[in-house]
């Protein structure tokens, strides 16, 4: 297992950034692997998407949104307690993101220095996944 499974930067014309992207990290080796008209997202053939290109949402700045991988919901869900517990913004209550993935489970909360911690593991088949 990894510490860090994903960043996303915030950028004001993703088609650009998207065309300036697709060929560098073609030189990398990677590809587009993630395309919505609000996200897009570049991975090595056979990994999974790491380095992710949002739609900038806070006009007032760049919001940097880093994710780390944890072993299972009950520390997603210890996370979101501590987070709590140390008076931090919670983005978003930890859950199933079917969205991002069948079985995508996480707790998104602000961090001191205003940037979008995520905390995700893959979800279990056998545990509930309510807070």
Same mark, same amino acid.
């Given at each position: 297992m990894t510490l860090l499974d994903h960043v996303v930067l915030q950028v004001d014309d993703l088609n650009a950034i998207g065309d300036?992207?697709?060929?560098?990290?073609?030189?990398?080796? *990677?590809?587009?692997?993630?395309?919505? !008209? /609000?996200?897009? *997202?570049?991975?090595?053939?056979?990994? !999974? /998407?790491?380095?992710?290109?949002?739609r900038a949402t806070d006009p007032g700045g760049r919001q940097t949104h880093v994710a780390l991988r944890v072993e299972d919901e009950a520390t997603v869900r210890r996370v979101h307690d501590l987070a709590i517990a140390l008076g931090a913004e919670i983005l978003h209550e930890p859950r199933l993101?079917?969205?991002?993935?069948?079985?995508?489970?996480?707790?998104?909360?602000?961090?001191?220095?205003?940037?979008?911690?995520?905390?995700?593991c893959q979800a279990s088949t056998t545990e509930e996944h309510s807070s």
């Open positions: 300036w992207y697709d060929q560098l990290v073609s030189l990398a080796g *990677g590809t587009r692997t993630f395309d919505t !008209p /609000t996200l897009i *997202g570049y991975a090595l053939p056979g990994q !999974p /998407t790491q380095l992710l290109f949002s993101w079917p969205e991002y993935g069948p079985d995508y489970y996480a707790v998104f909360i602000r961090d001191p220095a205003g940037n979008n911690l995520e905390f995700k």
